[in-house]
């Protein structure tokens, strides 16, 4: 029996639990459940017309059997069973999908069926009670609140206009590794910092400067962190569903806690814009807080937009695009400097566009088919969100000739079919060359290729990630030369989580390139 599951789980577990070791642990866990090992077994039965999967135990299903890095392990399970198959977590029914034509059926031929969530008990309390875009189900709020972020907030005519924003926050970072040149840096931490700091410059403008946005940053970067680590905990609330009332491992009240300390920030924030507002100094500042208070008030009267939902929306955009972003830079980076001719090659492109002795701005980045090209193949290689965000079907339908009941849990295996060597040459190569002649776009046309996912819940961000990773890359490129410390190596591995993370964090040393220090300013 596989104990690597155990681990996360009983760690997460209050004291006297974490005074025994992993076997007693597991052993407790075991006895904790046996006695409703009888009644399992007589439900059992109930695998009649499912997808393949493993062999499951009463009650436990396979949860013995699994491992904490999901997405290596859905794969393996797919070279078993093939491209659908079931898994048993807990009470909880599991249907994997790794195929281009299955996720097709999915996400486009039953997409409506499919445009609900599997939403886990710790993604309850930060989305405020599933009131954001993320976590709603499919319905008249989760389309009121989607159109509106869409076309209000990441439209490309409201991008264009808080493009002076992202501007003063990214020649703050790059300001910050030119004076930290011959000095390791860590890059993931970094862009976090940059990315956090563009999103929310664009949430709420300038009204926080200094030591306080430093501070700020700080707190977001550890809160974000320890909400992403709790969402990715194994949770006995989410295998067995009727038992999450308990919240044996303290998940939900570890996220309340959390979520606590959001809300004072953004109560803060509200407060300040309103206060600008009323004052009049707010008028010529375009922020998304002020475009959706104003949205609140002018809301239709059969369909208000609640404060809540205003929370609900604030939090989808700085944990659905901080970590997902910063993540997908850093794996670019690190990919990039174990390729010096891929570094060679993105530097000349930049150059020949930019220019030597200048800075790169955002109207450069669409001539820069290159940068484009590593952009996709880093999505490609290492998806932010390797199985999507769980989808989960209204009623029970068939796919690929199997039942797959209505409210279990879906999971699209992107980071697997985008690994498949029946579709991509070389695939676990970053060769970004193979994106150049390719029609392949990132808006979930082409089933090979779903980094974003496809249909109804189609990630809401692609826009603002592209221009946040596409500028931050050319910028990180165009001003430094990048070398590691002394007798470090990179290290490529990749950590499972909400968000697929790099295992070993990014150090690196910037030597700046461009002439002029007024450059880095
Ligand atoms: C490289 C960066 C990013 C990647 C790879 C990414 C990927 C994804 C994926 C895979 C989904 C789920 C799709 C599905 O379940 O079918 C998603 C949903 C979402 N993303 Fe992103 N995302 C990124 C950046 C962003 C940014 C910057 C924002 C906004 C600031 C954002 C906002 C959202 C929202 C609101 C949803 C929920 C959509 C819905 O359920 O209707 N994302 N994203």
New binding site residues.
Partial sequence: MSLKFFKPLFDSFPWPLQQLNVEQQAMFFVCFLGFLALLWFFISNSNKGLPPGPKALPLIGNLHSLDPELHTYFASLSQIYGPICRIWLGQKLGIIITSPELARDVLKDKDIIFANRDVPAAAVEISYGCND??WNSYGPQWRMM?KL?VRDM?SCSTLDSVCALRRRELRQSMNYFYSKKGLPVNVGEQMFLTVFNV?TSMLWGSTVKGEERANLGAEFRYVVSEMAALCSIPNLSDFYPGLAWFDFQGVTKKMKLLLKRFEKIFDSMIDERKKLDRNGVGQEIKDFLQVLLKLKDEADPKMPMTMTEIKALLM??IV??TD??SN?IEFAMAEIMIKPDILRKLQEEIETVVGKDNIVEESHIKQLPYLYAVFKEV?RLH???PL??P?SPSETCTVGGYTVPKGCSIFINVWAIQRDPSIWKNPTEFRPERFLDDKCDCSGNDFNYL????GR?????IG??ERM?MYSLASLIHSFDWKLPEGETLDLTEKFGIVLKKKMPLVAIPTPRLSDPILYE
């Fill in positions: 875009i993320l989607r972020c990441l999103i989808d955009m659905g695009g997902s972003t997908a999505l998806p932010p969100a999507l965000a989808h980094p974003f996912g496809s819940r189609l990630c809401a961000g603002m990630a990773f």
